[in-house]
């Protein structure tokens, strides 16, 4: 049975074991005036594509973006996409695992899903700019190594990361209730990596100690959304990323997903997509 191809990090040879965690890339470097393209696959860390100049398109979790001037892309691990990124673009790659950002504080990781779960962003000029020139003294520490290098890189990946919070939380749809938007981010990331074990609305009310009734309070105040067709989104969203990018059949992809009854994951997977598991695969692979 395959497995969607992952990608991990690739740690210079003898680099120490700190760049098996983090890396930033000079994009006009990495591509050596060649077109990049990446078929379908996923990464086993997190991804910031930071483009001052670019053009291409890039598709992730089967959402395809336009590549151009001023974009960033951020991706969390289990995401899946293809990237054709065009000679003569310029910007930084940044690829961290888990570990290096947060380790075990729990509200960092709150706080680094909810900037990752929005892909796609295209900042003002001026902010990206000065988001831009965060990461050049970034990848200036990264390239010299001199003492002290790594905990330098930490602090400027913080300051990185509140200035993109920033932009979002500027942003009309970052007006949302702060205590709501915590709430509605740690349910997010519970059911991403919960769902295959978990699939009822009572079990994630139960993993956050409210009730059904508040857990759809929530949903509904900031997605306008239930917490059940949330849960459905994400069973869906898995399903189609094991029929595009692995050849496994139906069968075992219903296993995969927690589902011993495979007629009721077809009747499932139609009724929300309006294709047959093997129609949506012949169609859009």
Do not use: W
């Amino acid at each position: 049975m395959d497995g969607i191809p992952i990608r991990h990090i690739k740690a210079p040879q003898k680099e120490p074991a700190f760049s098996d965690n983090f890396s930033i890339r000079d994009i006009r470097v990495l591509l050596a005036e060649q077109d990049l393209v990446q078929e379908l696959h996923r990464h086993d860390f997190f991804f910031i594509l930071v483009l001052k100049k670019a053009s291409g398109h890039h598709e992730i979790d089967f959402t395809r973006y336009e590549v151009g001037n001023h974009t960033l892309f951020f991706m969390r691990p289990g995401q899946v996409h293809q990237l054709t990124l065009k000679a003569g673009s310029t910007g930084y790659l940044i690829q961290f695992k888990v570990d290096f950002f947060y380790s075990q504080n729990h509200l960092s990781q709150l706080f680094l899903h909810k900037l990752s779960n929005k892909n796609y962003s295209k900042p003002d000029l001026n902010r990206f700019n000065k988001l831009n020139s965060m990461l050049a003294y970034i990848f200036e520490e990264y390239t010299g190594k001199q003492e002290g290098y790594q905990a330098v890189i930490k602090s400027g990946m913080d300051i990185f990361f509140i200035e993109l919070d920033r932009q979002y939380s500027s942003s009309p749809a970052g007006s949302v209730n702060q205590y709501l938007q915590e709430r509605l981010d740690k349910l997010l990331a519970l059911i991403e990596t919960s769902i295959f074990s978990q699939k009822q609305v009572s079990q994630y009310a139960a993993m956050m100690n409210v009730s059904t009734y508040q857990l759809n309070s929530i949903t509904k105040a900031t997605l306008g959304k239930t917490c059940s067709e949330l849960i459905n989104e994400q069973i869906i969203l898995e399903a189609k990323r094991h029929l595009l990018a692995t050849s496994n059949q139906v069968n075992q992809i219903a296993d995969q997903l927690g589902y011993e009854d495979v007629s009721y994951f077809i009747r499932f997977f139609k009724k929300h997509t309006g294709y047959s598991p093997e129609a949506f695969r012949y169609n859009f692979r």
